[in-house]
């Protein structure tokens, strides 16, 4: 089986994203109105090194089917869930901002991609 079709199978669970952060003008964001998408959410605090001298800790690792966008925010349920403002991400209890999106190809491709979204981020050191 194909990776590409693995992630769609096991994708099975339901995330809303807000995506297309934009600066707002006053120090905040705007985003895309929020939209359902399938991921594989894992909870697990993990330490990661961003490069040489830093290092993050995320509270989640989402695997997903499409592409996603830094910045961007990511709840693991249903847009029926949301009791707040679903405009705006920061107002969701249970919505978290995505820190990093790995984008890694498949060996021998240009087309096949395995992508992975980085949640609850935060930087030390």
């Given amino acids: 089986m194909a990776i590409d079709k693995f992630v769609k199978r096991v994708c099975v669970q339901t995330a809303v994203y807000w995506g297309s952060p934009t600066p707002d003008g006053y120090g905040g964001l705007t985003f895309d109105d929020p939209v359902e998408i ?30 996603l966008d830094v910045n961007g925010w990511l709840y693991l349920g249903e847009l029926t869930d949301l009791d707040s403002n679903p405009d705006n991400p920061k107002e969701v ?3 978290y901002v995505i820190g990093r999106f790995d984008k890694i190809p498949m060996i021998k491709s240009t087309t096949i991609f395995v992508r992975k979204a ?4 935060q930087r030390q050191g």
């Fill in 118 to 121: 980085f949640i609850g981020w």
């Fill in 38 to 67: 399938a991921c594989r959410w894992e909870d697990k605090t993990e330490l990661n090194r961003e490069d040489i001298a830093r290092n993050f800790t995320c509270k989640s690792e989402v695997l997903v089917t499409q592409d």
């Fill in 93 to 95: 209890e249970g919505a």
